[in-house]
């Protein structure tokens, strides 16, 4: 939403290019990893997840990909497009019912 | 399908002043939950509900009480509003907490407290 982000890292991308956004995650127990979509005004729209018995997962023109050695997960959008700027920020799961957010990266999409 | 809706989306509130903030799910989910986002920080957990008749406390607890009132719904209650809550609300849900299963969100509440 239009509160978050006065600090965030910012990735410009050239529309039609691929993007990759990364996030560090903390807890080597976590075992579930969503990536989320905010815009502005609005609230977090889910994109894709995956678990830890995987190292990569794909959907339509997004592919997340898990690094359990270096704790690290990342997001490519496909050929970004106008309206995939946003703030995009990945979540974490370990024992429970509590995910744990990361602080997000804004994406701009250059025309 | 609405999926989780929230009201009311702005709201305005003096020091000392209480209000609750409502959720309401369409999705037949088991767990619910209510954040507050803040600039610069993630999603903090304030309180959740794992289940219809069960509530716990999050990561930010101090300051709200909630309700799970049935199944549907979920509402987060400042009794004497502060301005450290000035923040945008968000409520969740979820099937069940404990699976690997995404949450998903309302609009979120944006809530001014002067």
């Known amino acids: 939403g239009e509160s978050v982000g006065l600090h965030l890292p910012t990735l410009s991308v050239q529309e039609g290019d691929n993007s990759i956004i990364n996030c560090a995650y903390s807890n080597s127990a976590s075992d579930y990893f969503i990536w989320y979509k905010q815009e502005s005004g609005k609230g977090p729209q889910f994109i894709i997840d995956?678990?830890?018995?995987?190292d990569k997962r794909q959907g339509q023109r997004v592919t997340v990909l898990l690094n359990k050695t270096v704790k690290h997960l990342s997001l490519q959008i496909a050929a970004t497009q106008p309206g995939d700027s946003a703030v995009y920020f990945c979540?974490?799961?370990?024992?429970?019912?509590?995910?744990?957010f990361g602080g997000g990266t804004r994406v701009l999409v250059k025309p | 399908n609405a999926g989780v809706t929230q009201t009311p989306k702005f709201q305005v509130l003096k020091t000392g002043q209480s209000m609750t903030l409502q959720c309401a799910q369409d999705m037949n989910h088991n767990s619910m939950y209510w954040y507050r986002q803040d600039p610069g920080m993630g999603l903090r957990l304030i309180y959740y509900?794992?289940?219809?008749?069960?509530?716990d406390k999050g990561e930010v607890p101090n300051g709200y009480n909630v309700s799970r009132l049935n199944k549907r719904e979920f509402s987060l209650r400042l009794e004497s509003a502060a301005p450290s809550q000035t923040s945008v609300y968000f409520c969740?849900?979820?099937?069940?907490?404990?699976?690997?299963?995404?949450?998903?969100f309302g609009d979120g509440t944006r809530l001014s407290i002067l």
């Open positions: 995956i678990r830890s018995n995987m």
């Open positions: 509900s794992a289940s219809e008749g069960t509530t």
């Open positions: 969740a849900s979820s099937e069940a907490g404990t699976l690997r299963q995404p949450q998903h």
């Open positions: 979540a974490e799961k370990a024992a429970g019912n509590k995910l744990t």
